[in-house]
């Protein structure tokens, strides 16, 4: 019976903190839409400035697919703000986010290098991000925009992966 109750209280304890980590990291649907979109355009422009100095042929193609596939996922954020009549923040300071979000990516020979190695890291971040809010998410536009999304985001990181291991 001891040894019951222990396991019980230790299950017990698990599912709380469970519960507690998963209530620390949710947010609100604005406050996802606010930082999901800041940090889309915070790609969006890294991408737009990479597909200019970029040396590469292949890195500039794969910031156009970023690009064009951020831009369309935070026009679909919009729209779900919208729909949801959630008031999100004003573009300014999305934009001013966004700044402080962007990568610092050297000039120079490893230019390709630094931008590849930098979207490897926001694109696993912005993933990890997407995943936790379909998992705590009660919205099903929020769900339905991650299922649409996700897959975009992994293909974007296999790629910038590709294109680092080439360097």
Same mark, same amino acid.
């Given at each position: 019976m001891n040894r019951m109750a222990t396991r019980l209280c230790n299950t017990s304890l698990a599912a709380l903190l469970g519960l507690f980590a998963s209530g620390v990291?949710? $947010?609100s649907t604005a406050e996802f839409i606010d930082e999901a979109s800041a940090k889309g355009i915070a790609d969006i422009?890294?991408?737009r400035l990479a597909h200019q100095k970029a040396e590469s042929k292949e890195v500039k193609d794969y910031t156009i697919i970023v690009i064009n596939d951020r831009t369309t996922a935070n026009q679909h954020l919009a729209k779900i703000a919208k729909q949801l009549d959630i008031p999100v923040a004003p573009r300014e300071e999305i934009v001013e986010k966004a700044k402080a979000l962007m990568p610092q990516v050297m000039d120079g020979a490893t230019y390709d290098e630094a931008y590849t190695a930098s $979207?490897?890291? @926001? @694109?696993q971040e912005a993933i990890e991000q997407l995943q936790q809010e379909a998992q705590t998410t009660d919205v099903p536009q929020i769900k339905a925009f991650a299922e649409e999304t996700l897959p975009k985001l992994q293909n974007h990181l296999e790629m910038a992966k590709a294109l680092q291991a080439s360097r």
């Open positions: 990291f949710a $947010q422009e890294a991408s $979207q490897v890291k @926001t @694109t």
